[in-house]
């Protein structure tokens, strides 16, 4: 069981540009440099206790010093679990590196599908070779184990106590408009006996909308839970850990209690780099009008959501 969870932006640059990221070409840049990375290495592992860092970027994998020294430091350093969100560009050596420094560590790792970038095909066969690598448990190995439908998981569910990783996901937006190609892709990912989960397209109001609903339910369910989608809901008023046990850390090290926060420039938290940031001792509660923050709502910090 672990304390919390960080979402870390590990690096800024990412070595896709799919036309629908939410983040801007502007800002999807840098990679940070070795003396920033021991900074944050030693805030992290000054956390107490075993905390998830989950890395993300742009794109982890894509900064040389993710394999040759984040992770082997984390290792090394701290009892921390790791997760990671990728594009899965990596390569098969890459992959076995990393699975080979994080054995016994490695909680979730998810997989984002980018048709823009790779055949859905070749993503699914590279998908079946790491999960047998790292010995992942997919959702069907969940099913057998704890007896739930394979739609009750989500890449955040706290599975902590019983098995707590490795869990291979994939992670695929839902453009509007081509629920047809997520619909393929879906049925090609459980084919192979994964886990596929849907995100929704989101714009800076909130989730896009979406030209065919019927299409989208097909997809998604008719209300999906926080556990089946990523909607975006409010929670707006209820008290949430975000700050106390969730954070994320930008691309320039400012740690902010979740992503709204960073948002609407409510919840900052100090910059790991520098060595001022520091989680709050306090909950509060929710002010923002959207929560597109699936940590939270999945691992029981926010009041009312089991
Ligand atoms: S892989 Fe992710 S971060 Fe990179 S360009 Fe695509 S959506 Fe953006
Ligand atoms: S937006 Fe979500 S994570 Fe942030 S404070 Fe509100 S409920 Fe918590």
């Known amino acids: 069981m672990s304390e919390g969870v960080l ?31 021991e900074a944050a290495m030693a805030w992290f592992c000054g956390l107490p206790g075993p905390w998830e860092l989950k890395c993300s970027g742009g794109e982890a994998f894509a900064h040389p010093l993710f394999l040759d020294f984040v992770v082997p430091a984390l290792m090394e350093r701290s009892s921390h679990w790791l997760s990671v969100l990728t594009n899965f560009s990596a390569s098969r050596e890459e992959l076995s590196a990393f699975s080979a420094l994080t054995r ?73 408009g081509q629920e047809e190609d997520a619909a393929r892709c879906k049925k090609l990912v459980e084919a192979a006996g994964l886990r596929w989960f849907p995100q929704l397209y989101k714009t800076k109001r909130g989730v896009a909308e979406y030209p065919d609903p019927v299409a989208l339910s097909a997809l998604i369910g008719k209300n999906p839970s926080p556990k089946e989608a990523n ?32 948002r609407n420039s409510d919840g ?39």
């Open 231 to 262: 909607l975006s809901p409010s929670y707006f008023g209820r008290r949430c850990e975000a700050g106390r046990r969730y954070g994320v850390v930008d691309k320039d090290g400012a740690l902010w209690s979740c992503r709204s926060a960073k």
């Open 7 to 37: 979402e870390w932006q590990v690096a800024g640059a990412c070595n896709y540009d799919c036309s629908y990221c939410i983040q801007s070409p502007r800002y999807r840049r840098g990679r940070p440099e070795i003396a920033k990375l």
């Open 104 to 176: 016994g560590r490695l909680r979730v790792f998810s997989a984002s599908l980018h048709l823009e970038s790779v055949a859905a095909e070749d993503f699914v066969e590279k998908a079946r070779w790491f999960v047998a690598e790292i010995g992942a448990a997919t959702f069907q190995r969940k099913k057998a184990h704890m007896g739930d439908t394979p739609t009750d998981v989500s890449p955040d569910v706290a599975w902590d106590t019983k098995h707590p990783g490795p869990h291979f996901v994939v992670n695929q937006v839902v453009l509007p």
């Open 268 to 306: 900052y938290l100090g910059n790991i780099f520098d060595g001022t940031a520091k989680m709050w001792t306090q909950v509060r509660r929710c002010p923002f009008d959207r929560c597109p923050c699936t940590v939270p709502a999945n691992r029981g910090m926010i009041e009312g959501i089991p």
